[in-house]
Each structure stands twice: as structure tokens, then as C-alpha cells.
């Protein structure tokens, strides 16, 4: 069903879900690929591409090169350049269905953003309504109930329900609103509730929404390092393996034992070329980003993707991390000759006004207790509100008397030091997993208020996994060292950093970037802006600020901080599948040069070669059918392995020995087996084939019908 949202009076914008690509679009887009200016962007299948040319118009124009061709023989060029078409079709087909996963989700954003508007404040006060494309960066829009936000900013005033869910598919509203770091909000998303004043943060084509359709598209998707690498090292190995066939030549010239033409050269060059994992490449980083959007995760280039597969270090916070995120009040200790219903009120005065979810936890706690507590009047009263700085929170009653909870070391500064009995009691919560809040009257610390750090369920098992993966995991908290300690031991984390301040994020980065370390991290405050920059994975919450959001290579629509671990995984598994299906590309072109070479030397009676014989395990008497059916099975392996490149190799957290040990016995010696077994069964069938009258007349008429003409 359509959604349907008011943009301003009497207009209308329904968005749509826009069904999957069709095959038909994906057929048109493979063929559209034989462009020669995206063919070279890929060099193994762009030989592949200059090879075929070759062959096919030496096929029909034979003439044109009267001393390659002398060994012309039209039905096998015929099938050489049929089979050179297949291949690199097959690897155009990948790729296009790797775009095509990300198509119809382009689309639907772009539903999103078609036909929006917005009520521009200008410098008078004054309201106009402009198209969405007319916005600049800097100005400043009013939305209200019921309309879209028509582009990324930040709100400056107000306060707002907004729904994300055609963003993030996440059905729950969020609040938004001026001042503290929840400010930010998408365009696209729509307010349910409230009016706010928004300061447009980018323009059109520059939002988080076209980087989503261009990421899920793969619009100008770069080659990544480690792909380059790879690039280069096949590179290496295709002009490796042309000495390799030049060398073939001049053995068989040299020995005068067999003539090659030029047709069956080429195809075992290619037959050898890495051509599985050179047509399988780009459809393996698409789905590697694509995956990555799935998670509802915006990734600003495939490099962070990749990157998040080579971390190191991995720098996680505890609260909303490693934690639940909300701390519950779980205890009150009053001090010595204190009563604990003075502990109580004290404690539900300081936080009244508190609307974090510690201070209400604290009101709940109290009002369990059943302890009667003053009323206060307007103007009775001043609430002192927790500043990073000041560390505590309370109020000052009109009458003087103050109340406040806090850190131990903030009410020590405020004056209100810990009595050796509460020092214990403090020391003992810590040592727990606790939080000890100090409750203070009047500058005296007259006791203290527990809080409890929930530890998300399943997270140690992932930081055993990420530490199987050789990760090094750091947990950084603003919490004493006793709390920190504790909720390490239970999470399991290598190392932790307490009392941390959002600079010691940055100072852990560049201690591991110093020693050769890759890093990751999440936040999403402007002041984590700068270590964002700095870890290779930054992972931005999409409710932080615009700095936070530009600052980092990825933005969570989700808001989920562990949402870093998941990313780790999908980078794990791009780098496994590539090098998985690497190790299969090799040792499939191992078992076809000594499936195809054996069999031409053996085929032409090579008696001054008699070891030659031994090496025909496949037993291929007919080199034409040999060649036929390895160039044929180099063809037909790519679309077989379209599902594993686009699904990704199965990942389990392993050691780097134990993921190389099971590469090369499950894609090492499957790909050896397999180009044996695959080669033989279409020898087979090719030769039945050839016994067959409809196929023996085909290519009678087909060497009649080629060359134009003759030699």
C-alpha cells in the first residue's frame, strides 16, 4: 500500500514500493556492458574482450590475416568466438545482478524525494514555500505535523516526533530536538508531532539519501585497495602465464610434433587467464556495499567496507554498546546517623526534574519506598542542570537548601567528601559492576544511590568471536575504575579505559594507528567528530550531529552502536569470498592446463615425448574437443558461481590459519576436482554431439557458409 504524506496544502506525495528489477532490465544491462569504456575498467575480462574481437573477425574474414589463419578451420573458430561471447557475457550478467539488488530500493528513495517542497523562513520572519532543489546549505525551514522534511540538517528550534521508517524500515518514532546531540534529521523522514525550525546542512545531491541510491546503486563505485591489489597481482599472473603460452608454442614448433593455429592459442590462453574471479570481482565488492545497505547502514565508499574486514582494534563505548544503555537505581545506603528516608527524599528532590532515564529510575526507585517528599511551587526553587564540566545535577530551594547526586569526585570538589563508611560501601558497588551516585544536603555527603549497568545479552559471545578474528576490543567509559573493570570482566573486552573523557577516544586511535593498527569506532556528539576522522571505520549514529555524521566514513540509520560488529562481519565475509573465489579461479586454471595441453601433444602421436602421455589423466584424444570443452567449462563456471559471489562466502569467526587451511581445502582442491570432472563431462558430450547427423550437416553448412569467399 502507498503511503501518502501532505507537503503543503492541497498537494500530495504518495511513495510507492517499486517492485524488483526485471529481467528484462538486467538482460539490456548485461549487453550494455560490452560498452569497451566500462570493459576496461575491468582488465582480465577487457583481454577476454580484444581476444574475442580477434577471433570473431578472423572467423568471417579469414583474408584479413592469411598467415595466422593457414590452419583455418571455420565451425571451430565459429565455436572459439561463440564460447569468448558466452564468458564474457556470463561476467556482464554478474555484475548486472549485483547492480539490480540496489535498483528498486533507488528507486523507492527516489519516490521519497520526488516533488518535495519547503516553507523557507527568511531573514524577516516571513514564510515562503520554494522547491527542494532552491535550499542552500545554511538556510533555515519550517516543518510541521504531517509534512516531509524535504533535506538533511539540524533543528535549531522546537522539538518534534519524526517517522524515519521509509529511511531505516524502523517502524518506532524518534524525538528530535534544539540543543544537545540528537539534533539531526534525515531527509525523506516525516514529523508526526510538533513544529521545528530546521538549518539545512546539505543540498540536493549531496544528502544522505542520494549518498544512499548512489551506494546502492554503485554509481562511481571505486575500486577498493585491497581490489586494486588483486587487480595487480592477476595482472601479473595473465602476462605470467602469456610466457607460459608462448613458451607452449615454440616447444610445439621446435619439436615439429604439432602445429597450433592461432584459434586454439588463444583459448587456452584464456582457458588459463583468471578469468572466474576477473568476471566475478565487480559483482562481489557490489554485494559486499549492498549488504552493508541492507543493514541499514550508509557507507560513504566501498573502502570503509573494506577496511571494517581489516580492523585491529575495535573501540566501543560501553553505555548502548556493551551495556543496555539505561541505568537502573537499584539501591540507597545512607550514611552514619543518617536515616534512610532523609537518603530517599534528598535523592527525589535532586532528580524531579531529571529526565534522563538514571533520574527517573532514581524518582521510581524512591517512590517504591513509599517516603513522603515536600511539593515545591513554581518559583520556589532553581534546577541545577548536569554539565560535562560540573559532573552532578540538583536543585537549590528558594530557602537556600541544596540537593544534589553525583560522581564521588565531583561532590569531593563540590565539598562534600565521602565518610569512610560510604567509601566502602562505594568501593563494594564498584567492585559489582555498580554505579555509585553520591546524595548530597547542603554540602554534606549523606549517601549514596546505586545504579545498575545492564550487560546486553549475547555480547560477550561476540567479543570472543571478534578476539577469534584477531580484533582487539577497548572499552571506553566515563564510569570509575572499579565499575569499568567489572563490566569488562563480564563482557569480556581485552582492555578498557575508565574515566575516559571523548578525547581519550582519539588518544587510544593514535596509539594503535601509531603501531600499524587498523581502528574502528562509533559515536555520534561533536565531540566525537574528530576521532571519527581519524579511525579508518568511523560509524556515526544517525541521530548525532551533522559534524559526527560528516566526520565518519559510515552513518547507522538504526542508531545502534553495536551495529560496528555486524559491519566487521560483512567486511570479514567481502574478504573471504574474494579470496575464497580466488583460490578457486587459480587452481581451476592449474587443472585446465593440464587437462588441454597433455591432450594436443598426445592427439598429434608425440613419440618424441612419451611423458607427455602420462599426463593425460582425462584420456582427450580429440585437442579440438579438448580445447571446446575447457574453454566452454571457463564459460560456464561464472554464472555458476554468481550466487556464492552475490551471497558471500558462509562466515564463522575463525583464525587467519584456519580460514586460509579451509580456503584451500574447500575452493583450493574443489576447484582443482572440479575443472577435472567438468571438462570430462563436456569432452563427453561434445563428442556425442559431434556423432550426430544434425550437428555434423550444421557444420557442413557452416564451413561451406565461412569465410566470405575463402582464403
Known sequence: MATEFVVEPGAKVSVRRVPHTSLRRVLADSFRNFDPRREVKHPIMFTVYVL??????????????????????????????????????????????????????????????????????LPDGSRRWVSADALRVGDSIEIEAGEPIPIDGDVIHGAALIDESMMTGESAAVTRESGGDKT??????????????????????????????????????????????????????????????????????????????????????VCLMPTTIG????????????????????????????????????????????????????????????????????????????????????????????????????????????????????????????????????????????????????????????????????????????????????????????????????MCTGDNRLTAAAIARESGVDEFMAEAKPETKLVVIEREKSQGRMVAMSGDGTNDAPALARADVGLSMNSGTSAAKEAGNMVDLDNDPTKLIEIVSIGKQLLITRGALTTFSITNDVAKYFAIIPAIFVAAGAAAL?????????????????????????????????????????????????????????YGLGGLVSAFIGIKLLYILLAWMAGLPFFAALSTHVNHFLPLGGL
Open 52 to 121: 574475442f574481437l580477434f577471433v570473431a573477425v578472423l572467423t568471417v574474414y579469414p583474408r584479413a590475416f592469411p598467415d595466422i589463419a593457414r590452419l583455418y578451420h571455420a565451425g571451430y573458430y565459429l565455436d572459439v568466438a561463440i564460447i569468448l561471447f558466452l564468458t564474457l557475457w556470463f561476467a556482464n550478467v554478474s555484475e548486472a545482478i549485483a547492480e539490480a539488488q540496489g535498483r528498486a530500493q533507488a528507486d523507492s528513495l527516489r519516490e521519497i524525494r520526488s516533488g518535495l517542497r519547503a516553507r523557507q523562513v
Open 184 to 269: 539531526s534529521v534525515l531527509g525523506g523522514s516525516r514529523v508526526l508531532q510538533g513544529t521545528i525550525t530546521v538549518r539545512v546542512s546539505a543540498v540536493l545531491g549531496e544528502s544522505f539519501l542520494d549518498r544512499l541510491i548512489r551506494l546502492v546503486e554503485g554509481q562511481g563505485r571505486e575500486p577498493t585497495p585491497n581490489e586494486l591489489a588483486l587487480g595487480v597481482f592477476l595482472a601479473a599472473l595473465t602476462i605470467s602465464l602469456f610466457i607460459v603460452v608462448l613458451t607452449f608454442i615454440y616447444v610445439a614448433n621446435f619439436t615439429n610434433i604439432v602445429t597450433v593455429d592461432v584459434a586454439t592459442i588463444i583459448a587456452l590462453f
Open 279 to 474: 568476471g566475478l570481482l565487480p559483482a562481489i565488492g557490489i554485494s559486499g556495499v549492498n549488504r552493508v545497505a541492507r543493514a541499514n547502514v550508509i557507507a560513504k565508499s566501498g573502502k570503509a567496507v573494506e577496511a571494517a574486514g581489516d580492523l585491529d582494534t575495535l573501540i566501543l563505548d560501553k553505555t548502548g554498546t556493551i551495556t543496555v544503555g539505561n541505568r537502573l537505581a537499584v539501591q540507597f545506603v545512607a550514611a552514619p546517623n543518617v536515616p534512610v528516608e532523609k537518603v530517599i527524599e534528598a535523592a527525589m528532590l535532586a532528580s524531579s526534574l531529571d529526565e534522563t532515564a538514571e533520574g527517573r529510575s532514581i524518582v521510581r526507585l524512591a517512590a517504591r519506598r513509599n517516603v513522603p517528599t515536600r511539593k515545591l511551587e513554581l518559583g520556589t526553587f532553581k534546577v541545577m542542570p548536569f554539565t560535562p564540566e560540573r559532573q552532578m545535577s540538583g536543585i537549590v530551594l528558594q530557602d537556600g537548601a541544596e540537593f544534589y547526586k553525583g560522581s564521588i569526585q565531583a561532590m569531593t570538589q563540590y565539598g562534600a567528601p565521602l565518610d569512610p563508611a560510604l567509601q566502602k560501601a562505594a568501593a563494594t558497588a564498584s567492585g559489582q559492576g555498580m554505579t555509585p551516585l553520591v546524595i548530597a544536603s547542603s554540602k554534606r555527603a549523606i549517601g549514596l544511590v546505586f545504579l545498575k549497568d545492564v550487560v546486553k545479552p549475547g555480547i560477550k559471545d561476540r567479543i570472543r568471536e571478534l578476539r577469534t578474528m584477531g580484533i582487539h576490543t577497548v
Open 610 to 666: 612419451p611423458g607427455v602421455a602420462l599426463l593425460n589423466v582425462l584420456g582427450l584424444s580429440n585437442p579440438q574437443l579438448a580445447i571446446l570443452a575447457a574453454l566452454l567449462f571457463n564459460a560456464l563456471v561464472i554464472p555458476l558461481l554468481v550466487p556464492l559471489a552475490l551471497a558471500g562466502v558462509p562466515f564463522r569467526p575463525r583464525s587467519a590459519i584456519d580460514l586460509l587451511r579451509r580456503n584451500l581445502v574447500y
